[in-house]
C-alpha cells in the first residue's frame, strides 16, 4: 500500500460547481497536510496547510483533515474555468531532518467547463 | 521580488553528457529540495539540503549530485549514470532548517524540462 492515494482523475465539471478532492494514507505520523494546485508546464502553488483535525477555509477553499480516518479533502465552491489545473495533496511527519520531507499523491487533474 | 528561479526552462542532453540544472532562490529559505516529477508518478524526491554544506540523499538519488556552497544556490547535475533523465526537475526551499522555524510548508519554482537528444 502506497503512503498516499490520490485518484488521478481526471474530474471534469461544470463552472460553478463545487468540487471535492480527496487523498488517503497509511502512515498515522503525518502531521501536516498540504493541497497545491499546479498548472501545466509550470511549478505547483501552495494553496492550503494545516496541522491539527478539522476545517480550514480560505475563500473558495476549504481543506479538512481527519486523522482518524486518515483521510483529508480539499472542496472548491463555485469553480471556475481558472480552476483548471492539477491538484496535489502532501503531508510530512514533522520537521527535523527527513521527517521534514513531504510525501505527495500523484495528483488529481481538475477540468471546469465554463 | 521573492522567489525561486529554475533555470534553464527547457534543457537538452546528449548521451554519454552531464548536465547542470540551477536552482536560486531570494527567500532567505535554509533548506532546499529538488524533485522528479513523471507523468502519473507525482513528486519524487531526489536531494534535500537543510543548511549550507549539507544535503542527503532522497528516495532516487542515483545518477544525480548536487553541491550547496551558498544559501541561496542549490545546483542539480544530472550525470550520465542517470539512464532515464527525460522528466520535469522542480526545485523548493522552505524556511528553518535544522534550528529555526519548522512549521513551513515548502515553495517551488516553474521548473526545468530535462529532454534526451
Known amino acids: 500500500q502506497k503512503e498516499v492515494e490520490q485518484d488521478p482523475g481526471p474530474l471534469s465539471v461544470p463552472e460553478g460547481a463545487i468540487v471535492s478532492l480527496n487523498c488517503t494514507y497509511s502512515?498515522?505520523?503525518?502531521?501536516?497536510f498540504m493541497w497545491y494546485r499546479q498548472y501545466s508546464r509550470k511549478g505547483p502553488e501552495l494553496l492550503m496547510y494545516?496541522?491539527?483535525?478539522g476545517n480550514k477555509e480560505d475563500g473558495r477553499f476549504t481543506a479538512q483533515v481527519d486523522k482518524s480516518s486518515k483521510y483529508i479533502s480539499l472542496f472548491i465552491r463555485d469553480s471556475q474555468p481558472s480552476d483548471s489545473a492539477t491538484y496535489l495533496c502532501?503531508?510530512?511527519?514533522?520537521?527535523?531532518?527527513?521527517?521534514?520531507?513531504?510525501?505527495f499523491g500523484k495528483g488529481t487533474k481538475l477540468s471546469v467547463k465554463p | 521580488d521573492g522567489g525561486i528561479t529554475q533555470s534553464p526552462k527547457y534543457l537538452f542532453r546528449k548521451e554519454g553528457q552531464n548536465v547542470t540544472l540551477s536552482c536560486e532562490q531570494n527567500?532567505?529559505?535554509?533548506?532546499m529540495y529538488w524533485y522528479r516529477q513523471d507523468p502519473g508518478q507525482g513528486l519524487r524526491l531526489i536531494y534535500y539540503s537543510q543548511i549550507v554544506n549539507d544535503f542527503q540523499k532522497g528516495d532516487i538519488a542515483e545518477g544525480y549530485s548536487v553541491s550547496r556552497e551558498k544559501k541561496e544556490s542549490f545546483p542539480l547535475t544530472v550525470t550520465s549514470a542517470q539512464k532515464n533523465p527525460t522528466a520535469f526537475y522542480l526545485c523548493?526551499?522552505?524556511?528553518?532548517?535544522?534550528?529555526?522555524?519548522?512549521?513551513?510548508?515548502?515553495?517551488f519554482g516553474d521548473g526545468t524540462r530535462l529532454s534526451i537528444l
Open positions: 502532501a503531508m510530512r511527519r514533522g520537521y527535523g531532518g527527513s521527517q521534514g520531507n513531504l510525501i
Open positions: 527567500l532567505n529559505h535554509d533548506a
Open positions: 523548493a526551499s522552505r524556511n528553518g532548517g535544522r534550528q529555526g522555524e519548522f512549521n513551513q510548508p515548502q515553495h
Open positions: 494545516t496541522y491539527s483535525s
Open positions: 502512515n498515522s505520523a503525518f502531521q501536516y
